[in-house]
């Protein structure tokens, strides 16, 4: 079974712009969760869709935001980017059903000029 | 929310030592406790999980302890090898949220020859 894949790898965008990162799980799972991983905050949880419905969310401003599509695919956006959002972002896959083990994708290096 | 707390944040170990891991969380209701290892520059990879039902579990030279009651989970590693040199997280969950992960800040195991 293929991993999960995110795109694209690397992104370089300045203050203001918006982004969009995508994540395709892995074949079969149906729940997609994002992360952001930086020096200073670790890992942390942004939100997670099933169903194309958004499940669980994190503690991050409006600005984060996602959808799920109809074949798992999700995508996630940031608008007004900052500084401070420069981060590897991280999407993992799940089965569906209780305590499912994550699987992460290699992320998405975004760097804010 | 829950709160993860992993010690210690960098660990050396000469090869064929044991290494352990400790985590401490704080919503007593958690129920599902993986463990992630990262080399440099790759993806969170899922190397051992435990549920709160089960006091212990082994893979190979890899075991996870739960004590539910101290709210202790730790990661033991037998035998280190050079390949085992990565950053080390642990994570938990709670019910109803188990693709909402939140993890511990790390630990960076060296093993040297």
């Known amino acids: 079974k293929a991993g999960v894949t995110q795109t694209p790898r690397y992104l370089i965008k300045t203050r203001g712009q918006q982004v969009t990162l995508s994540c395709s799980p892995i074949?079969?799972?149906?729940?997609v969760s994002w992360y952001q991983q930086t020096p200073g905050q670790g890992l942390q949880f942004l939100f997670e869709?099933?169903?194309?419905?958004?499940?669980n969310k994190g503690n991050f401003p409006g600005r984060f935001s996602g959808r799920q599509f109809s074949n798992s695919r999700s995508e996630m956006n940031v608008s007004t980017l900052e500084l401070g959002d420069s981060a590897l972002y991280l999407c993992a896959s799940s089965p569906t059903g209780p305590n499912q083990p994550q699987h992460f994708g290699d992320g998405t290096r975004l760097s804010i000029l | 929310g829950e709160n993860v707390e992993q010690h210690p944040s960098t660990l050396s170990v000469q090869e064929g030592d044991s290494a352990v891991i400790k985590c401490t969380y704080s919503?007593?209701?958690?129920?599902?406790f993986p463990w992630y290892k990262q080399e440099l520059g790759k993806r969170p990879q899922l190397i051992i999980d435990i549920r709160s039902n089960v006091g212990e579990k082994k893979d190979q030279r890899i075991a996870v302890t739960l004590n539910k009651t101290a709210k202790h989970f730790s990661l033991h590693i037998t035998e280190t090898q050079p390949e085992d040199s990565a950053v080390y997280f642990c994570a938990a969950s709670i019910p109803g949220t188990a693709s909402k992960l939140t993890f511990g800040t790390g630990t960076r195991l060296q093993v040297t020859l």
């Open positions: 074949s079969g799972h149906r729940s």
């Open positions: 869709y099933f169903s194309e419905t958004q499940r």
């Open positions: 919503d007593s209701a958690s129920n599902y």
